[in-house]
């Protein structure tokens, strides 16, 4: 049906990553064991690491979102894509802030597997 079609615009997640609309946290993510390359989806980044002017947090909640993310993942069944968990933006505080997020497998630019951590609304 498409294989003559003609490529109108295609944006790459390189791209993406390099006008700072993805936030590449692989070498992170690598840290925690992750296999494939992750990115953060803007809205999960801006709410889950920079919602507050506590910049000094940032690398202990990447590392906290992509713990959690870790768990989810491996609980999955193996033919799943997807898998929703929740972090708590709280920080010691007595009542919980719970976000949730996506972490989602799908291609990259050559087809290749990689992570994407996004709101359920990006989804």
């Known amino acids: 049906m498409f294989e003559n079609a003609e490529v109108?615009?295609?944006y790459t997640r390189a791209q993406a990553i390099a006008e700072g609309f993805?936030?590449?946290?692989?070498?992170?993510?690598?840290?925690?064991?992750?296999?494939?390359?992750?990115?953060l989806a803007p809205h999960a980044y801006a709410e889950a690491i920079d919602y507050d002017?506590?910049?000094?947090?940032?690398?202990?909640?990447?590392?906290?979102?992509?713990?959690?993310?870790?768990?989810?993942?491996r609980d999955l069944p193996e033919s799943a894509y997807r898998g929703e968990f929740q972090i708590?933006?709280?920080?010691?505080?007595?009542e919980p802030d719970l976000l949730t997020l996506i972490a989602h497998c799908g291609p990259s630019d050559q087809g290749e597997p990689v992570i994407t951590i996004m709101r359920p609304a990006d989804d």
Not at 54 to 67: G, K, Q, Y
């Open 88 to 94: 708590d933006r709280g920080e010691g505080d007595a």
């Open 22 to 39: 993805l936030f590449d946290v692989t070498e992170a993510a690598r840290a925690e064991q992750f296999r494939l390359p992750v990115a």
């Open 53 to 73: 002017d506590n910049t000094d947090a940032h690398t202990a909640r990447i590392t906290a979102v992509l713990s959690a993310a870790r768990a989810a993942i």
């Open 8 to 10: 109108i615009h295609s």
